[in-house]
Structure formats: structure tokens, C-alpha cells
């Protein structure tokens, strides 16, 4: 591609204008990447895509329509702008729609600071092999692995600018790093499967392949011979790896477009406590090195450092313009989107107040009940909170984990459940979602 990304952006709105739109904004993101996967000891699998992608918004009054396409000749982006102007003609009126004003727009910001992109050169496709091999090989090191289902790494490096016809036009890059691998214990019915990895902003932030292996492989292994665990009501400690699904709820729940549905039961509760009073949620889009971060918004709004949940209190909605004027409020600078799609509200990067304690000393506290460590499918009822989910892991008598369970379904309801949460102190910092362990006492198991 000979053009930049901001020339080519503004190419595309020029385009739109002309075209008879009112108003238009552009997003174009380049981007390539590597995969690589290996089984047994050889490459299975090798990938590389690159791509450039334009996306289009335009406006007329208050219709809009979005276009999208991979190729960015002139005669394309013509006929990009000629179609979205033609579809927001005969598009529906939606009140709430429109660009920002230009005095809402960011003007200052340090992408630098962020670190999203590595300096360093883009790995090698032998390196992320070896990467790989040595994870699989770390793996089927550990006694009681039968296989290890994959090993896989890969490298990502993307850049995207946003233009706008209220003035806005900005971009920045970002790129990625990441290492998996899947392991499997026993055989036949009795075969268990587990995982770990690690995903980075900079290469030299990863963990060594060989303990994501060895982790992988010692996981898979200590799930075998699992069991049903006794129906009844027991504390559920939910394991760092999947405890931000909780808050994963919860910020759903407040989510803006829930709630100008009406579908959120957390529609009565701004203002309201949420969590216990002594924890909070924080949103830090400036965090270096979070995959989370960003310097604004896809509409060109400063994005900043806010408590969606302080002091246990729900403080208020996550929002994009939309969703804010239909809730006659102002945008809390939360719209994301994708070359083909208008902008949605989603949150950035996520901490949830740490605890004074182990995840070891939680065990302890609960004496006897269910330690979760994976957990499969969902029931939530988004009006009610009602919650039920499949979950394996491994049951814990006086404090101590004596035997792995599996097919076993834990309940209860969100408003309850979140209240009395009590957070461990293992949360991973570098995560965009920075959540400990949870002990949540009273729910519901139901195994054999």
C-alpha cells in the first residue's frame, strides 16, 4: 500500500462528501500477522495475512449507513461512498445518531506513553516455531500426559486511523505477541484437557514456553479421575483464570445499550451499592502495555481513568454517543468499532480492588466446597441476574483440595452473588482485565 493509513482515510471521506453525504467518518486498519502451530515434534500449521481494511459511515439528517471494503483503489472508494450515501437515503431515522461535536473531540494525548507498539522487529516465523516446539515438548515432559492437542504461536502487528468530517483524524499502532498450548492426561473416556498461555504488547514481556507447557501439561494432569461433587449449597472459590467472567457480567449488565433497552438487571441500581463497600472497578485506557488501552475512542472522544463501581456504589453507564443521548447523558468515551459496524459501547482495561489474602488462605476460610477452575456454557438471565453455569475444578474439604470434579453445575443470582464476593490477592497486573480470585459464599451446586 503506497498511501498511509491517514491519507487514504481522508481519500475515502473526501469521497463520501462529494458522494452528497451530510456528514461521514472513515476507519482504516492495516494489519498482518503470523501463526504458527506444531504437533508432535513437527510444524502442522503455518499462516501469514495481511490486509487493509476502509470502513464508512455516512449521514444524511439522521439516517446513517456503513460500508466496508478490502481494496482501496480510487475507483473503490467511489463506489464505496455512492452506495453508503444511496443507503442512508433509504435507511430508517434514528434520532440518536450523529458524529461528535468538534468541542467533544480529544485534542491531547500521548501515544507513546501507552506502549502499545514493540520497537523490536517482528519475529521470525523459525522463532515462533521454536517457541512452539518447546512449549509441546515441555508439555509431554510432565508424567501423565498422554498428548498435547496443540502448541501454538503467533505475532501480530496492526494500525488504524479514524477521520471524521467534524475534524477529527488520528491513529496509532499496536502490535501483539502470544504462545498456547493445549494438554491431554489419561486416555479414552478418562482423557482430561487443559491449557495455559500468554499474550504481550512486547515480546520480551512473555513468559519462557517452557513454563506454559510445563503449567499446561501439570493442569491437564491434575484433573484426571474427576468426579461429581454432592449437591447442595457450598462456598465457590472462582479461580484468577476465570473470575473477571463475574465482572465480565456486571459490566455487561451496565453497559448503555443494555440499559436504554431495558434489558439489564442492573437498570434500577446506578447509585446503588453493587459490590461490597469496600471494593471498587476501575477503567484505565492509559495503562502501558495493556492490550485494553487506547488514547481515544472510535468516535474521536478523549478516553480517560474512571470507577464504574466505587466503593461498592455503581457510579454510572458505559456509553458511547448513541446510547448517551438516548439516556440523555454524555458519552463516557467507550465506543469501539469494526471497519463494518457502527460504534457500540465496550469497556477498556479493568481492575477490580485486590484482597488482603491468598487464594490459598480463601481455601482455607471456606472450608468445604468447590474450587473453579473452567467453566462451560451459560444461563444468564439479563433482566433478572439469574445465573447458571457448567464448571469443573476441584473440591476442597477443611481447607484443603482433595480430588478434581467435573459435570457439576453451580447457581445463584448476580445482584446476590456479587455483593458478597471476596477477593483474593493473585490478580496477573499486566492483564486488561486485572480481576483476583473470588470467593463467593451460599451458591447452588448440583452434581451427583
Not at 495475512?49 to 480510487?74: F, Y
Not at 505475532?155 to 498456547?180: D, E, I, K, M, Q
Not at 473477571?244 to 443494555?258: E, F, K, P, Q, R
Not at 484443603?400 to 446476590?416: F, H, K, S
Request: charged letters at 20%; one cysteine or more; hydrophobic letters at 40%.
Amino acid at each position: 500500500m503506497t498511501q498511509s493509513l491517514e491519507d487514504l482515510s481522508h481519500a475515502l471521506l473526501d469521497a463520501a462528501m462529494k458522494a452528497g453525504a451530510e456528514a461521514a467518518d472513515t476507519l482504516v486498519v492495516e494489519g498482518s500477522s503470523i501463526s504458527i502451530e506444531v504437533h508432535n515434534g513437527a510444524l502442522e500449521h503455518a499462516e501469514r495475512a495481511e490486509g487493509t481494511d476502509l470502513g464508512l459511515r455516512v449521514l444524511i439528517g439522521k439516517r446513517q449507513a456503513i460500508v466496508s471494503a478490502s481494496d482501496h483503489r480510487p475507483e473503490t472508494l467511489q463506489a464505496m461512498a455512492e452506495r453508503a450515501v444511496a443507503m442512508a437515503k433509504e435507511a430508517p431515522e434514528d434520532p440518536f445518531v450523529g458524529l461528535a461535536d468538534p468541542n467533544q473531540l480529544a485534542t491531547d494525548w500521548d501515544v507513546a506513553a501507552l506502549e502499545l507498539e514493540d520497537p523490536k522487529s517482528e519475529p521470525l516465523p523459525d522463532n515462533l516455531k521454536a517457541d512452539a516446539l518447546a512449549a509441546e515438548a515441555a508439555a509431554q515432559a510432565v508424567q501423565g500426559v498422554s498428548q498435547v492437542q496443540s502448541a501454538a504461536a503467533g505475532y501480530g502487528a496492526h494500525g488504524v486511523h479514524l477521520a471524521a468530517s467534524n475534524g477529527f483524524s488520528a491513529g496509532y499502532r499496536r502490535t501483539s505477541r502470544s504462545l498456547s498450548c493445549v494438554a491431554i492426561s489419561g486416555e479414552g473416556t478418562g482423557m482430561e484437557r487443559d491449557y495455559d498461555g500468554d499474550s504481550r504488547v512486547f515480546q520480551s514481556d512473555m513468559r519462557e514456553a517452557e513454563e506454559i507447557g510445563r503449567t499446561a501439561g501439570e493442569r491437564a494432569v491434575a484433573s484426571l479421575n474427576a468426579r461429581k461433587p454432592q449437591t447442595g449449597a457450598y462456598p465457590v472459590l472462582f479461580d484468577e483464570r476465570i473470575s473477571s467472567s463475574l465482572i465480565g457480567h456486571l459490566l455487561s449488565a451496565s453497559n448503555g445499550i443494555a440499559i436504554a433497552r431495558g434489558s439489564s438487571w442492573l437498570l434500577d441500581a446506578l447509585g446503588e451499592q453493587v459490590l461490597p463497600e469496600h471494593l471498587s472497578i476501575i477503567e484505565d485506557p492509559h495503562r502501558a502495555r495493556a492490550s485494553g488501552s487506547r488514547p481515544f475512542d472510535a468516535e474521536g472522544l478523549p478516553t480517560h481513568r474512571r470507577a464504574i463501581v466505587e466503593d461498592g456504589m455503581l457510579t454510572g453507564w458505559t456509553t458511547d454517543l448513541s446510547s448517551a443521548r438516548k439516556l440523555g447523558m454524555e458519552s463516557s468515551g467507550n465506543a469501539a468499532r469494526g471497519a463494518g459496524s457502527p460504534p457500540s459501547p465496550s469497556n477498556w482495561n479493568i481492575e477490580l480492588t485486590q484482597g488482603n489474602k491468598s487464594r490459598a488462605e480463601l481455601l482455607r476460610d471456606m472450608g468445604t466446597g468447590l474450587l473453579v477452575t473452567s467453566m462451560i456454557g451459560s444461563t444468564i438471565n439479563p433482566n433478572t441476574g439469574d445465573y447458571s453455569r457448567g464448571a469443573s475444578g476441584f473440591w476442597v474439604e477443611n481447607g484443603e483440595v482433595t480430588y478434581p470434579v467435573n459435570e457439576c453445575t453451580i447457581a445463584g443470582n448476580l445482584r446476590d452473588m456479587l455483593k458478597r464476593i471476596i477477593p483474593a490477592n493473585d490478580a496477573r497486573t499486566y492483564l486488561s482485565r486485572v480481576v483476583p480470585s473470588l470467593l463467593v459464599e451460599g451458591m447452588t451446586l448440583a452434581g451427583s
